[in-house]
């Protein structure tokens, strides 16, 4: 009878080691998803500090821009004052259509030629 009680014990035996290789494979494909899953966290916090930086640098330009164009309107001390701005642009729509009138006058006189 201690026969058969030892095929038995032995059939558990394989039975519990076949299991417990079962396991070990889970638990390394488990390892190998969490090690995936926290390289990708790594990479993608990588690129959330980096989209950061650039966040920052784009809001300091800006900044920078505007304080340029503040002073260069004379929003602020020392720039330049809104009556020169504005004549700047009645100097330039005055020359353009100064310029328009004497394209208008040559195109004019160089068809009753022809």
């Given at each position: 009878m201690s026969t058969s009680r030892d095929r038995v014990e032995d059939t558990y035996e394989r039975q519990n080691d076949q299991r417990l290789d079962e396991?070990?494979?889970?638990?390394?494909t488990l390892r190998g998803v969490t090690t995936d899953i926290h390289?990708?966290?790594?990479?993608?916090?990588?690129?959330?500090?980096?989209t950061g930086?650039?966040?920052?640098?784009?809001?300091?330009?800006?900044t920078q821009?505007?304080?340029?164009?503040a002073h260069a309107f004379g929003l602020t001390?020392?720039?330049v004052k809104s009556w020169r701005v504005a004549m700047y642009v009645v100097g330039a729509f005055?020359?353009?259509?100064?310029?328009?009138k004497?394209?208008?006058?040559w195109s004019a006189s160089g068809e009753t030629a022809v």
């Open positions: 396991l070990h494979s889970k638990i390394r390289d990708d966290v790594e990479r993608q916090n990588l690129i959330l500090d980096d930086n650039n966040f920052t640098s784009f809001a300091n330009s800006l821009s505007s304080r340029r164009a001390s020392g720039g005055l020359g353009l259509w100064i310029m328009g004497v394209w208008w006058w």
